[in-house]
């Protein structure tokens, strides 16, 4: 019902930036909650930012916060992640995904995602 199309990774140096744009298609406008997640290489793939349908409702992974920044423009149908103060342990795919769910203090929980991106990389160099 929704493809996700994810895009902006790309190889960084520590300490630089990069914006993850997710575009979003085929499902009923702002009716999804939408979330990023990675997953390095032999991990698991772990929470990193979520935001309402509204966008005023957004939450992020310890390990990220002041330093991205999810949002989201319902008119483009497109949720962006900006992420600054790269760091090595950024490196991974990140995936966008989106989610039917209201409680909005599940959005961390990966399986409760109806629909995925097939994931940017990101590398950062040190």
């Known amino acids: 019902q929704v493809q996700l199309v994810e895009s902006g990774g790309g190889l960084v140096q520590a300490g630089g930036s990069l914006r993850l744009s997710c575009a979003a298609s085929g499902g009923t406008r702002s009716s999804y909650a939408m979330g990023w997640f990675r997953q390095a290489p032999g991990k698991e793939r772990e929470f990193v930012a979520a935001?309402?349908?509204?966008?005023?409702?957004?939450v992020y992974a310890d390990s990220v916060k002041g330093r991205f920044t999810i949002s989201r423009d319902n008119a483009k149908n497109t949720v962006y992640l900006q992420m600054n103060s790269l760091k090595p342990e950024d490196m991974a795919v990140y995936y966008c995904?989106?989610?039917?769910?209201?409680?909005?203090?599940?959005?961390?929980?990966?399986?409760?995602?109806?629909?995925w991106g097939q994931g940017t990389q990101v590398t950062v160099s040190s």
């Open positions: 995904a989106a989610t039917r769910l209201v409680n909005l203090q599940r959005l961390s929980e990966k399986p409760l995602y109806d629909y």
């Open positions: 935001i309402s349908r509204s966008g005023y409702y957004i």
